[in-house]
């Protein structure tokens, strides 16, 4: 049977907010089977419980943002992400801010402190969701689709029209069958444009963003002094926040993702289109370890 997974003890981090610039102090904690992925603002009196879930994403303004009764958790979108590549389905996440601390940018840091606290199975069967049929969002020129596949992958391709971005590889292809999530994913770091960074200040974001936790390009370069740490480290890094972000749906999905030029509201409004259709979508266990297909085992049963 494949099992659903929480920690085996509390760990803590504390970093700073990529938007917010302020200290952020995290502690992840186990928690009972069915539980979810539940964030708690501990700075607030008294502490706010948000289950994460697509109908409580609220901006997406350059991170996904969890908004319940007035209380907000942003940029949630890289732990969730590590959470689900590396098959976590319960979990507390106690944050002293109204967003997740950056990191380097990346969801390897999370990934590291996943493994650290340790990864337990429990005794309930992991539920999984299902797509039945395809399902399609567009805005514009850009679009995302999700459909029936007996495993998880994702097509992503960009457009920047940017001599950094562009001498690079727009396109990927992760099939978790075939590929790790740990070495082929989670070290592809955020990325941004210097000439963009006063109008996002005017806006009240990326006051923390630096070149420790984000690839920073000018005109025609990248400024970071290390470099890429993929050849194709701006796709993939497109694909890590889809893998958050369609996490927040709350359970892993059976189902290929194909998009280009996709975001987190759109990535977001794709699920809302999913979860409208009852029809498009159905709850799924694995009991006998034989049925299980070869596209989730690289995904929920990763070596930890």
Same mark, same amino acid.
């Given at each position: ?17 990529? &938007?917010?610039?302020?200290? %952020?102090?995290?502690?992840?904690? *186990? ?7 539940? /964030? ?65 940018? @990346?969801?390897?840091? /999370?990934?590291?402190?996943? #493994? ?56 990927? @292809?992760?099939? /978790? ?24 200040? #005017? &806006? ?5 963003? @630096? ?22 480290? /701006? ?12 996490? %927040? ?10 998009? &280009? ?16 259709? #009852? ?9 006998? *370890? ?13 070596? %930890?």
């Amino acid at each position: 049977m494949l099992r659903q997974r929480t920690l085996k003890s509390l760990i803590s981090a504390t970093g700073v907010g990529l &938007h917010s610039g302020r200290k %952020v102090n995290l502690v992840l904690r *186990p928690a009972a089977p069915d539980t979810g992925v539940v /964030f708690r603002r501990v700075d607030l009196m008294p502490p706010v419980d948000m289950r994460a879930s697509a109908d409580l994403v609220g901006d997406t303004r350059m991170a996904s943002c969890l908004e319940m009764n007035g209380a907000k958790i942003g940029t949630i979108e890289h732990l969730m992400s590590a959470l689900a590549g590396l098959g976590v389905d319960n979990v507390f996440v106690d944050v002293d801010a109204p967003e997740i601390p950056i990191m380097d940018g @990346s969801a390897s840091t /999370f990934v590291f402190l996943l #493994q650290s606290a340790g990864i337990e199975e429990q005794a309930a069967p992991k539920r999984f969701l299902k797509v039945l049929k395809p399902i399609e969002v567009k805005d514009g020129d850009k679009w995302a689709r999700l459909e029936p596949y007996d495993g998880f992958r994702l097509d992503f391709s960009i457009v920047f029209n940017h001599p950094a971005v562009d001498r690079t590889g727009t396109r990927v @292809s992760v099939d /978790f069958a075939k590929h790790s999530y740990v070495k082929d994913v989670a070290r592809a770091r955020t990325f941004g444009f210097m000439q963009e960074v006063e109008m996002l200040h #005017q &806006h009240g974001l990326a006051q923390g963003g @630096s070149l420790d936790n984000a690839i920073v390009m000018d005109e025609y370069r990248v400024l970071n002094a290390d470099g890429l740490r993929y050849a194709d480290e /701006f796709v993939k890094h497109k694909v890590l926040d889809a893998i958050g972000d369609l996490y %927040v749906v709350g359970h892993p999905l059976l189902a290929a993702f194909v998009a &280009h030029k996709s975001g987190h509201a759109l990535n977001n409004a794709l699920l809302r289109a999913l979860l409208a259709d #009852q029809t498009a979508w159905a709850m799924v266990t694995f009991e006998q *370890p034989g049925v299980v297909p070869q596209g989730i085992a690289g995904l929920s049963l990763q070596a %930890v």
